[in-house]
């Protein structure tokens, strides 16, 4: 599958609706976030990117990067479609963020991320590391916040 995967932003409204839809089956219906939580305003807000990671022309993982051209961005709504997780997708998602946040951001920048404790061993693989030990509910779900310094 590796060979096929493309992560780029995404273009169309119809590209968009399509990682709304992911992000409802694994954050609402998977993970019972509140649907009025689930959206919010930096998903219109100017300087937010929707990313998307495609198996040809499938969108099988999501996420956005909000806090573009700053020194922080926030990587957010990590979300890989549960028939392809294990395989390396949300790896090469996040490592797309990074590739496109480089392209955008004010360097030396860091990458910021509250990520749900469940995911923080795929995060450490990735190079992030803990802000702190606050451990936080967020919708329900704990949560510590996480880093990576990109240059
Ligand atoms: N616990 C421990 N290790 C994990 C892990 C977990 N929950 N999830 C992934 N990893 C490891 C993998 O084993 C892999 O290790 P390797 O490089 O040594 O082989 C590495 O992290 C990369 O994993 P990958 O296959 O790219 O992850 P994925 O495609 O399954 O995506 C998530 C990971 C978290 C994005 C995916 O499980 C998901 O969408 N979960 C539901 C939504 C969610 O929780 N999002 C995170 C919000 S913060």
């Known amino acids: 599958m590796e060979k096929h995967l493309t992560v780029r932003p995404l273009i169309s409204g119809e590209e968009l609706e399509a990682a709304f839809r992911l992000r409802y089956r694994v954050f609402v219906e998977e993970q019972n976030v509140p649907v009025e939580r689930e959206r919010d305003e930096d998903d219109g807000a100017a300087d937010t990117v929707h990313i998307g990671c495609f198996d040809k022309e499938n969108l099988i993982g999501t996420a956005r990067i909000t806090g573009c051209n700053t020194r922080i961005i926030h990587i957010g709504r990590v979300a890989v479609d549960k028939a392809y997780r294990g395989f390396g997708v ?32 795929f995060y450490l693989k990735i190079g992030y590391v803990r802000v702190n030990n606050h451990i936080y509910q967020d919708a329900g779900i704990d949560h510590v916040d996480m880093k990576k310094d990109m240059v």
């Open 90 to 121: 949300g790896r090469r998602l996040i490592e797309g963020c990074e590739r496109i946040a480089t392209s955008v951001a004010v360097k030396p920048f860091t990458i910021v991320l509250g990520a749900q404790l469940h995911a923080e061993p």
